[in-house]
Nanobody, 116 residues
Framework: QVQLVESGGGLVQAGGSLRLSCAAS????????MGWYHQAPGKQRELVAA???????NYADSAKGRFTISRDNAKNTVYLQMNSLKPEDTAVYYC??????????WGQGTLVTVSS
């Protein structure tokens, strides 16, 4: 069993920054990759950024150049540094852990609101 707890969401003005954190606990050795997704009202959940256990990263086009995903293996924590935030980044952000074999775990979500 893997549990994920997100933190760091909040209200920020356009152009500002936030850092989201996702702490994993439990059977963390089974995690292959971790990622951040967001879901805006009335829209589907979409990948923002992901990082593998080997450190390989990939980003949604909307996140490239503005967001950075990183992980601290000693703390079993993944971060999403979000800079130059835009109102369209407003969404609930979810942490995801990919355990392989079509298994995955989701965090409870943290709300990010970017005001114009």
């Amino acid at each position: 069993q893997v549990q994920l707890v997100e933190s760091g969401g909040g209200l920020v003005q356009a152009g500002g920054s936030l850092r989201l954190s996702c702490a994993a606990s439990g059977s963390v050795f089974s995690i292959n990759a971790m990622g951040w997704y967001h879901q805006a009202p009335g829209k589907q959940r979409e990948l923002v950024a992901a990082i593998t256990s080997g450190g390989r990263r990939n980003y949604a086009d909307s996140a490239k150049g503005r967001f950075t995903i990183s992980r601290d293996n000693a703390k079993n924590t993944v971060y999403l540094q979000m800079n130059s935030l835009k109102p369209e980044d407003t969404a609930v952000y979810y942490c995801n852990a990919n355990l392989g074999a079509f298994r995955e775990v989701w965090g409870q979500g943290t709300l990010v609101t970017v005001s114009s």
